[in-house]
């Protein structure tokens, strides 16, 4: 089998470092993210201020640092949402009837049918804006694809032979549902879901760059890079550093989810 490559393991420290400044950013940056020094507006980088400062003085460093929980908050957050109600969706449609499978799917196609941030400007429409209605919105739009993802798995396990013994045994359909199929319907939708998290990260970013995510003054990369393109010509790192850690936390999630699939199909190893 195929060993790991050093790219995996980096991608996942990149991930554990993310993941420990979203739990205590104060370990990577002792500045207040919203403190406002109009004598340090749109300073470059330096001994002071790593990564410059923003418009208003504040540190760009500590913003995209304390930023870190609300982005992955909206990759990660509406992911859940989707597979929670998506994989219940999909997992009726599996064992359901005729009737109730046509219905999911045929709902299911007209989700489809939509552009994922198409989708979620709808859901934001309706419901308002804001950090937690984003998240709402991405993983509402993300619901329809993982219905079919775990109602295709459903079929596959219910016909399994395990769970045919099960039957035979006499355990109850509730149980046979809980212990055999779930679990085992639900697990590769779980890695490819990992992958979907990058996805759903940049939607949200994309939502903040709109004035439809996480609101000002509070820190979030998406937002950060809104603001920045009207100072891009005089202020290069207010823009560069906030999509740089939009781009290297994609290609984290994205490179280890793939390599979680790999091992999955057993064509690499740890």
């Given at each position: 089998?195929?060993?790991?490559?050093?790219?995996?393991?980096?991608?996942?420290?990149?991930?554990?470092?993310?993941?420990?400044?979203?739990?205590?950013?104060?370990?990577?940056?002792?500045?207040?993210?919203?403190?406002?020094?109009?004598?340090?507006?749109?300073?470059?980088?330096?001994?002071?201020?790593?990564?410059?400062?923003?418009?208003?003085?504040?540190?760009?460093?500590?913003?995209?640092?304390?930023?870190?929980?609300?982005?992955?908050?909206?990759?990660?957050?509406?992911?859940?949402?989707?597979?929670?109600?998506?994989?219940?969706?999909?997992?009726?449609?599996?064992?359901?009837?005729?009737?109730?499978?046509?219905?999911?799917?045929?709902?299911?196609?007209?989700?489809?049918?939509?552009?994922?941030?198409?989708?979620?400007?709808?859901?934001?429409?309706?419901?308002?804006?804001?950090?937690?209605?984003?998240?709402?919105?991405?993983?509402?739009?993300?619901?329809?694809?993982?219905?079919?993802?775990?109602?295709?798995?459903?079929?596959?396990?219910?016909?399994?032979?395990?769970?045919?013994?099960?039957?035979?045994?006499?355990?109850?359909?509730?149980?046979?549902?809980?212990?055999?199929?779930?679990?085992?319907?639900?697990?590769?939708?779980?890695?490819?879901?990992?992958?979907?998290?990058?996805?759903?990260?940049?939607?949200?970013?994309?939502?903040?760059?709109l004035g439809l995510?996480?609101?000002?003054?509070?820190?979030?990369?998406?937002?950060?890079?809104?603001?920045?393109?009207?100072?891009?010509?005089?202020?290069?790192?207010?823009?560069?550093?906030p999509g740089a850690?939009?781009?290297l936390t994609v290609?984290?999630?994205?490179?280890?989810?793939?390599?979680?699939?790999?091992?999955?199909?057993?064509?690499?190893?740890?």
């Amino acid at each position: 089998m195929k060993r790991l490559r050093p790219g995996v393991w980096l991608a996942a420290a990149v991930l554990a470092v993310l993941v420990l400044a979203a739990v205590a950013p104060h370990l990577f940056s002792a500045q207040d993210p919203l403190a406002v020094d109009s004598a340090q507006t749109l300073r470059p980088p330096s001994a002071a201020h790593l990564l410059g400062t923003d418009e208003n003085g504040r540190d760009v460093l500590a913003r995209i640092v304390h930023g870190t929980r609300t982005s992955l908050l909206l990759g990660f957050g509406a992911i859940a949402i989707a597979l929670v109600f998506g994989g219940l969706l999909g997992l009726a449609a599996g064992l359901g009837n005729r009737i109730v499978e046509n219905v999911i799917m045929r709902l299911s196609d007209i989700g489809l049918a939509f552009p994922e941030l198409l989708l979620a400007l709808v859901v934001i429409t309706v419901a308002g804006g804001g950090t937690s209605n984003a998240v709402l919105a991405i993983g509402v739009a993300n619901i329809p694809g993982y219905a079919r993802l775990v109602r295709a798995q459903t079929l596959a396990v219910r016909r399994a032979g395990y769970v045919e013994a099960a039957h035979a045994l006499g355990l109850s359909g509730p149980r046979v549902v809980l212990r055999h199929i779930l679990p085992n319907a639900i697990k590769p939708v779980l890695i490819l879901a990992t992958i979907g998290v990058g996805t759903a990260l940049v939607a949200g970013s994309a939502l903040s760059f709109l004035g439809l995510g996480t609101p000002p003054p509070e820190p979030e990369w998406g937002s950060m890079l809104s603001t920045a393109r009207n100072f891009i010509s005089r202020a290069w790192w207010y823009g560069v550093f906030p999509g740089a850690a939009i781009t290297l936390t994609v290609i984290s999630v994205t490179v280890v989810g793939r390599a979680l699939r790999l091992r999955s199909e057993g064509r690499t190893s740890w």
